[in-house]
């Protein structure tokens, strides 16, 4: 079955930023950190995630999605990377609060256009 996933990531030239966190945050104050991970397609950034939650999943007890079609919970065993890739590829960020035996985690894809990038700026303005 072939997917037909949304082109707004390409028009807009959008990669995202991925941070794994252990406390809440805002986009606000991860655009001031470094990400983990510069995803640079839906599907990197689906794999990402995958990869984190097996990597960081120490017995996951839920995995609550906020998409913006409304929140979804997860069984640890069911992966929904469609979904992952539908999000990001209409422009939008993931964003999944990830309780494990071991305490919660808090997972972040933030899209950015290369104007807003913060990275990118500092470059833009080192290069002059």
Partial sequence: MTEHLPTTWRERRLHWHA??????????LRRTEPPEAVL??????????ADTLTRHSLTPITIRWDTPWNVTLDDPAERDALRDRHVLAAGLPVKA????????????????????????????TGAG
């Fill in 19 to 28: 941070h794994l966190r252990h406390t809440p945050s805002t986009p606000t």
């Fill in 40 to 49: 640079r397609d839906p599907e990197a950034g689906a794999e990402w995630v």
């Fill in 97 to 124: 609060t990830v309780d494990t035996v071991a305490g919660r985690l808090y997972l972040h894809i933030d899209p950015y256009t290369p104007p807003q990038c913060p990275h990118h700026r500092a470059h833009a």
